[in-house]
């Protein structure tokens, strides 16, 4: 344990294999914090998605829409890039003590909401600590260990930790069908038709929306507008085809449904603020 100003702290890092990311989800670091009574931290300063459980103490949590609540014991909330959640220390009898998971791929937004959170019910209370903990401990073992092979433990050990925790909102009557959500419906539509040179219209249409009605309603859930979403799933996946492949600039392009190198190039340099080549001329 680490021993800083405001906390205490274990962390793990993980660096994503090529492996692990064919799978649509992916963990990058996990740890244990035990706060002191100046603990603040904002959802934006953590990198990827992320799923923080109290095992212990209080927390005093502010959503992105300004209402607060005092998180306990057998908690979970969620945190959304993008989505702004504050959450600090709260005197109770225990120190706060959280463990927390970072992970990204592009089911990660639609596990999150298939398991019952979202932007306005960011937190759930109630889960049963027996059944999640031993799942949480082995991928702390996996972590600790520092393996660098391209192996999958990392991954399986995540989707078995959230099919506990899907399990779970099942029987409490949590869970989120997607079927019933249009909205994420469309989400996943982006997420395997983006390279496919969809416009927003066609996003819209498949959610029975307008153009106008779907942007507003898809901003206000997501705090990004369905264009922005659809460029930063472009421009990850450029960004994986640049550090992972030697495929030429035209092909990229083309991959991800730009019609020439220049016109990738140019979306790039706008979203990244540097140009693709600076990624290639490093390697």
């Known amino acids: 344990m680490l021993d800083l100003p405001h906390e205490t702290r274990a962390m793990w890092l993980h660096r994503p294999t090529p492996l692990e990311k064919l799978w649509g989800i992916w963990p990058l670091s996990m740890g244990l914090t035990i706060t002191k009574p100046t603990y603040r931290m904002a959802s934006p300063a953590v990198s990827g998605y992320g799923l923080v459980y109290i095992d212990g ?44 998971i970072a992970f ?3 089911q990660s937004l639609q596990m999150l909401h298939r398991i019952g959170f979202s932007e306005d019910n960011p937190f759930i209370a109630g889960w049963d600590e027996s059944r999640l903990l031993p799942i949480w401990q082995s991928m702390e073992q996996v972590f600790a260990s520092e393996e660098t092979t391209d192996r999958l433990s990392f991954v399986l050990l995540l989707i078995r930790w959230f099919d506990e925790l899907l399990e779970q909102a099942r029987q409490r009557g949590y869970e989120q069908l ?5 909205l994420l419906g469309s989400i996943e539509f982006m997420n395997h038709h983006f390279a496919s040179g969809i ?21 206000e859930r997501m705090g990004c507008s369905p264009k922005a979403y659809l460029q930063r799933l472009r421009m990850e996946k450029a960004m994986q085809y640049l550090k992972e492949t030697r495929f030429s600039l035209a092909e990229i392009a083309l991959a991800i449904s730009y019609p020439d190198a220049y016109a990738f190039s140019r979306a790039f340099s706008q979203y990244y603020g540097y140009p693709p080549s600076r990624i290639r001329s490093t390697d």
């Open 104 to 106: 990204n791929g592009k």
């Open 199 to 219: 416009r927003i219209q066609d996003v819209a249409k498949h959610a029975g929306m307008t153009r106008s009605h779907y942007t507003k309603v898809f901003t």
């Open 57 to 100: 103490g209080v927390a005093h949590f502010t959503d992105s829409k300004g209402r607060e609540r005092l998180l306990g014991k057998n908690t979970l909330f969620c945190l959304i890039p993008g989505v702004m959640h504050q959450y600090s220390h709260a005197e109770a009898e225990q120190p706060l003590r959280m463990y927390w």
């Open 178 to 182: 997607p079927s019933t959500d249009l």
